[in-house]
DNA sequence: CGGGATCCATGAGGATACTG
DNA sequence: CAGTATCCTCATGGATCCCG
């Protein structure tokens, strides 16, 4: 039988619980990922004109070119962004959220707010567990 | 001067907004990965009595000796889980989720659901993009 | 039983150079 | 300007074997 733990599917088998790795999963794997978060909120900031290329890259810290243009274009293929090119000289390329992006992050909020929460407690069983192993 | 946007710290420059990659993303980073959710969720099921090693094994598809014990010992460094360690013979170990760890899925089951809501969209997304390019 | 140790394949991500 | 194209390194994760 199919059942559910906080929105996750599990089966129900005489030896316990079943749970199995699910696509969905590609989405928190993506927003685990090194720069998608930040692309996503500096376009939230942004939100109601677009942003260029060079703007993103100015407005996150330490991003390179390949990775901004790698990380885009997985938002853009997820629907979560949309690209417009003008094939002018010098070209010019505008991005912006999707509606379905834009309404992600605020999904995202709370739990953004549990980990703030919670932060500084993890830090600190992290210095714990490290320090009683050296 | 500082600014956020849900719940993402950013400095507001002359140049716009900046965003700089920060610590606590180390969680989402660990939850994206391939089984922590999974780990989490069976415990989480089994709320009230612990779980042993061979238990979770047999309850997760696919996962191997490894990487449940890398997983383990990741969400214990966090001090999202309880380790129990009896040294009869055989080694019996038991797991539960810490009062801290028990309090993450639900925070995240907002975005869970998000995810469940927009999934079928975001496929369709992909399947349009990787078919506008083959 | 519950791992640890080892080896290996793959992919994420960074540095640099080049281009329509 | 907005990327590609290469090359490189390292971390994730899988497979296998061994051990107290």
Partial sequence: MAQHIYGRPYEETK???????????SVLAR?????????????????GHRLRFSELMQGIEGITQRML?????????????ARHYFPE?????????????????PALEGFTSWIRDHWPRIEECRRAYDEARK
């Fill in 15 to 25: 030896h316990g619980p079943l749970f199995r790795p699910c696509a969905p999963h």
């Fill in 31 to 47: 927003l685990g990922d090194k720069w998608t978060i930040l692309v996503m909120s500096h376009l939230a900031v942004a939100s």
């Fill in 69 to 81: 243009t790698l990380t885009l274009r997985n938002l853009e293929r997820d629907g979560l962004l």
């Fill in 89 to 105: 000289v010098p070209p010019r390329v505008e991005y912006e959220l999707t509606v379905m992006g834009a309404s992600m992050l």
